[in-house]
């Protein structure tokens, strides 16, 4: 079974660019998060998916961040523009039901 | 609000000694899951061990295992016989038993092993 993937696995840019990250789910998972892991802290939750529909959101900064969900199988968060405090690890992972939720490797970004 | 606070930001062991990860949690729910993942340098979250709230015995996988202690909301990681693997960064995390819900994690613990 192939796990979660992501792209890309790492990303600089400079502050007030724009940046996206795509994620790739375990088939048939209907739920899918997007973390956000700033250096020396656990991860945060951003937004979570069901299917095509946003089930929380309340932890993503939505005047720079957003993220979809088309056909309720990939996903793609971007930043627009970025901050030097978005540097961080952005995970996703991907569950089905109450099951155990698998993550992806990540993308660490870097903003100059 | 559930919180997850890991008190000890680092921890270092002996190969082959044992070490003990500390967590504590809040929350008022009564039914929900706890959990420590394993996060090595390449990012990857790794699921060690789960502990289901209703259950009073102590989750046990191989060299890893837990202490649960509900009624002070405290979910202890035991690690015995040490190995150079072993050392990563490691998360406690919470979550309600409900489908779909999110994980929310501890800041983490960095465990180092030495020879």
């Known amino acids: 079974e192939a796990g979660v993937a992501q792209s890309p696995r790492y990303k600089i840019i400079e502050k007030r660019q724009s940046v996206a990250f795509w994620c790739n789910p375990i088939?048939?998972?209907?739920?899918l998060y997007w973390y956000q892991q700033i250096l020396g802290q656990g991860p945060k939750l951003l937004i979570q998916f069901q299917n095509n529909g946003v089930v929380d959101d309340s932890q993503l900064p939505k005047d720079r961040f957003s993220a979809e969900r088309l056909k309720g199988v990939d996903s793609t968060l971007k930043i627009q523009p970025a901050k030097l405090e978005d540097s961080a690890v952005y995970l996703c992972a991907s569950s089905q039901g109450g099951r155990l939720k698998f993550f992806g490797p990540g993308t660490r970004l870097t903003v100059l | 609000a559930q919180t997850v606070t890991q008190s000890q930001p680092e921890m270092s062991v002996q190969e082959a000694e044992t070490v003990t990860l500390s967590c504590t949690y809040d929350t008022s729910e009564s039914d929900y899951y706890l959990f420590w993942y394993k996060q090595p340098p390449s990012r990857q979250m790794i699921l060690v061990i789960r502990q289901e709230a209703y259950k009073q015995q102590n989750a046990t996988e191989n060299r890893f295992s837990v202490n649960f202690q509900k009624a002070a909301k405290s979910f202890s990681l035991k690690i015995s016989d040490s190995q150079l693997g072993d050392a990563a960064m490691y998360f406690c995390a919470y979550r309600v038993n409900q489908a779909g819900t999110a994980l929310i994690f501890g800041k983490g613990t960095t465990l180092s092993v030495s020879s």
């Open positions: 088939s048939g998972h209907a739920t």
